[in-house]
């Protein structure tokens, strides 16, 4: 019997379930086919669905990803802190099998061992320890802020004991009996120190390099150390008994620890021509490697060339990430926008392992369902119970957009309805592109002041020009529950979609519910050379939000103006057609327009239409309506009647 059908069989005889349950205490749950563990063995979770294991399949899964899904090996691995090759010895054991392990355990030994044999004479390791070294460098590492103009976080920069020494390489010569070089003037520029780490956790190899790039041109940034082998940069990583399922190949030290600060593996070739090395390592290893994914990031110079023309040369199974125009390397691209890097590195690893597994639907089931089950998103009321109806209780992750002619109130519509839910406890982030941050507060104070008392009420001018100062700042303290919540984002012309894009990923780190409001859409630019008002531009900005509401799984309310064609008419799709693909992109499209605007529907003369809409500005309050025209998640066609105080920017459902 082979090793591997050996452990099937252990697998067999010790089922998954039983042995969690014994090592947790915890009896697991039945719903439906499949048993359930609360709480979770590893976050401590108490939810229903969050942990789960198919007892058909012998296998477990974490909905909230805690941690890895796998089978009883992987479960030992990560509940008792093992290695690979110690939890399957644990279940060997477990399942009263361990003299046959050992019985085949001897036959591969002596298969294995000419293989290695020969493998391992070619493959070459430093005997010495240079840790007591590196540790003395570190303890000075607050004395050059090199490494944290690279981009690094105090985290990775402990972690990897990163080194500086004042006097350059005459420190290492000095403190270690091993070196084997004499002095020269040019080692004095190499005072950084970048250790290698083996799996034993020793620094079995370092790095020098200098500090300052503006030396003599004769003066190579880094220095290698004579007389010993070149190791990769976390090359432990291929031997030391941890299955992963990607491992990063980069060129450079400081791209591999910009990976690894962000949470991924990486290693690195400190030169394109060690793929060699990197070769046999993987072939002495195999067996730990059988399940890793391994993503290259090249250089984007001859030398990123060089490299994937020599591990084209081997038989490594490889895919390549490659990094966007005008960073020449991947700490480069880490430097000059972590965030921006952060996400190109999920990105690409997702897409390469979609890819790799297949991206088919039976993979996402689960995640469905318990999605559902952990859906903590509500409607977001509006404040009006009339248009939380109409909406289907409220606002839903999507894209709603509010349309309507020039002057109707569309601004002070959407400003009071977030204003209405500021109060009401959800964060609001407003995007203005046209109102300043005062004169949208002073709207809210003109707002509130005729909400109070409409005889004693404030226009905007009023409270700008502080007429009534004591009022100002009664209503001002009234207004602070809501502007704990409200953030207006004053944009200026030439701002971008991605300017946009860029304040919400902040907002998402740290706010999970919320809701994010455009005004508005045709003074947006898609990229800094576009001109505001292409229809391509508009495409681009409402397929942009459209995406974001997806990732954030939040609403977003974009205001849009009519072409001219339709301030005369009753509201359609038609005034929206300038707009390119905001009637199929929308979730919800509605529109604002006067009440009484269908009686002039059939009137021929022009002049004689606008006199009319001029009779209905006059009116106080105007009579407005809202006109539902698409709703995905309620009716469509629904009305919404409103009156309008302009004066005081405040609208009343009738």
Known sequence: MSRNDLIERAKLIVPLLTYIEKATGTTATTIGKTKFMKPCPFCGKNKNHHFAIDTTKNLYKSFNQC???????????????????????????LANLTTEWEETDMSVKKKKTHIMESVESKVQFNDVDFTDLVEKAHRNVNQTDYFKKRGLSDNIINQYKLGYAPEGFYFVIENHSDIQEQPYEKLNYYKCLLPIWNSRGQCSYFITRIEDSNVNNDVTKTHNLKGRTIELLNERYLMDGISREVIFIVEGYFDALSIEDIGYPAIALNGVNNVNRLKKLIEMHQEQLEATYFIIIPDNDTAGEQLIKNINKTNIEYDVLELPDGYKDANEYFVADKEAFTLFIRKGVDRLLNAKRGDFLLNYLDDFYSMIEDNEFLPIS??????????????????????????LGKTAFIHQIADQIAEAGTPVYYFSFEMSRNELIARSISRLSFLENPRKAMTVTDVTAGKDLESVSLHLNNYKKIANRFEIYEGRLNDTIQKVEERINEIGKYQKNFIIIVDYLQVINAKSTSTIGERSTIDTVVTSLKQISRKFNIPIVLISAFNRSAYYAPISFEGFKESGVIEYTADVLMGLQFRNLPQISNQKDDFKKKEIIESFKLKEPREITLQVLKNRFGSASEQMHLQYFAKYNYFRSV
């Open 67 to 93: 941690v890895p899904s796998g089978s009883i090996i992987d479960f030992i691995m990560h509940y008792e802190h093992l290695s690979k090759n110690e939890a399957i010895k644990k279940l060997i054991d």
């Open 382 to 407: 509006t404040g009006m119970e009339r248009f939380d109806t109409i909406l289907g209780g409220g606002f839903f992750p999507g894209l709603y957009v509010l349309g309507g002619p020039t002057s």
